[in-house]
């Protein structure tokens, strides 16, 4: 059937010329400088349709402007090849060309970094972009088209469709099925990713997938206890427990088990406060619906029903509405459903262990790997389960992994490609082969 030609992104004049790597690379650096200057203002947007504290929101705002900055300067440098040809009247080319359409399909817990870590990278490449942001955060997406508007990226070039719940998976499926969309970028649930690939098969799309996660934590008898409760805290709390990159299991050596979770449930109730995230002592703001809510009482309920203990935490917060009160529970076990399914909440379930091999065994069950952490101060076990862990992500003695510097994705379940870091580019650009004869 004949095809719709893929546009790629066009100069402002509209007469369909690429704009060059410097003028995009300038644009994008400009569409920077505008998320700087006007960082308190698109916080505050987060915190009012997300919920997370203000200072969680301004931190968001700085990591996704970095990502504007770094895919300017990455644009210039979409380097292609000459290749060495066994015929000496051949020469070999290789060029790299933006592959496209791309659409872009966000979730509402970062709702302004996943749009700014996937369009940088499509833009830098060359590409123009749909973005269909989550339909509990549209306000952050439609933000940053009025300031990409500023900095100069001409129009066409960054779409934004906001719709409701009722019409999102309509949506997803168009966007998926037109044969005018070359590539689908994807950020949320593995199950809805998964979706969207039987969708994106039928024309053969590119698609880029960043899915759930299982975070292990592990903690090694060696671990410097301390680092490891601020890793934990840091790691399992941020956004009130709903990141892809969230803890959701700690693994704890026997020998050290106790003192951890003794420590752990004093830092979480002497450091976490459950409020407003407008109120400026607010480290853990409201979950984003009822449903987030609820599953987390699910999971908690079907632990201490299987014989885990709550030590800290463990039910609603008496502010009401979607606010839970940080939870620590011990004595869980692997048969219970927290540590079978991402909670996505404010919930930390530890189980002890006695062996690295059954910490691996343990860590390496679920059939997804987004990132994965632990601590110990033993060399030779650092490599041996750096290199063992099944997920995209280790930290190693650091409970925030992700910058903008870093390729961030997972493997098994947890997706397909890397956002940010050098590699994030290619994700946007297709090869191709030019056999250069009779010379």
């Known amino acids: 059937e004949a095809r719709p030609r893929r546009r790629a992104l066009p100069a402002g004049g509209g007469h369909g010329s690429l704009l060059s790597s410097q003028e995009r690379s300038v644009r994008l650096r400009r569409w920077y400088e505008l998320m700087m200057e006007n960082k308190d203002e698109l916080a505050r947007i987060i915190t009012a349709e997300n919920g997370k504290p203000l ?5 968001e705002i700085l990591y996704s402007a970095s990502f504007l900055e770094w895919f300017a300067e990455e644009a210039r440098r979409v380097y292609g090849d000459v290749i060495p040809a066994s015929a000496k009247d051949r020469r070999i080319l290789v060029l790299k060309q933006p592959v496209g ?88 649930s593995t199950a809805t990713g998964k979706i969207l690939l039987k969708h994106a098969a039928g024309t053969v799309k590119r698609v880029s997938m960043e899915l759930g996660g299982h975070a292990p934590f592990i903690v090694f008898d060696s671990a410097n206890v301390d680092r490891a409760v601020a890793g ?3 790691s399992k709390y941020r956004n009130s427990g709903q990141t ?44 984003i619906n009822e449903k987030a809510v609820e599953k987390v009482e699910r999971h908690i309920n079907d632990a201490v029903s299987q014989g885990a203990s709550v030590v800290t935490g463990g039910k609603r917060h008496s502010l009401g509405k979607n606010f839970f009160e940080p939870t620590l529970l011990s004595n869980v076990t692997t048969k219970m459903l927290c540590t079978q399914e991402e909670t996505f909440g404010p919930l930390a379930p530890v189980i002890k262990f006695e062996t690295e091999a059954e910490a691996i065994a343990i860590a390496n069950a679920a059939n997804v790997g987004l990132a994965g952490y632990f601590y110990s101060q033993d060399p030779a076990q650092i490599w041996r389960v750096a290199e063992q862990l099944e997920v995209g992500m280790v930290g190693v003695n650091e409970g925030i992994v992700s910058s903008v510097e870093s390729p961030f994705g997972g493997v098994k379940q947890s997706g ?14 297709e090869i191709k082969y030019v056999c250069f004869g009779g010379l």
């Open 55 to 59: 200072k969680e929101a301004q931190g």
């Open 101 to 188: 359409v791309a659409a872009i399909i966000t979730p509402w817990n970062f709702p302004s970094a996943m749009i700014t870590r996937k369009v940088g990278a499509a833009l830098a490449a060359g590409c123009t972009v749909v973005v269909k942001p989550a339909e509990d955060t549209p306000l952050s997406a439609l933000a940053l088209g009025e300031l990409a508007n500023q900095a100069g990226i001409p129009a066409g070039v960054y779409n934004v469709v906001p719709c409701s719940r009722q019409q999102t998976p309509a949506v997803g499926e168009v966007l998926c099925t037109d044969p005018l969309v070359a590539k689908i970028s994807f950020t949320g």
């Open 232 to 234: 934990a805290l840091a």
């Open 244 to 287: 892809c990159v969230c803890t959701n299991r700690f693994l704890v050596q026997k020998g050290i088990h106790d003192k951890f979770v003794e420590k752990f449930a004093k830092a979480i109730e002497g450091e976490l406060h459950v409020g407003s995230g407008f109120d400026a002592k607010t480290t853990q703001g409201p979950l």
């Open 416 to 429: 397909l490609g890397r956002e940010g870091s050098k590699y994030g580019i290619d994700e946007y650009l």
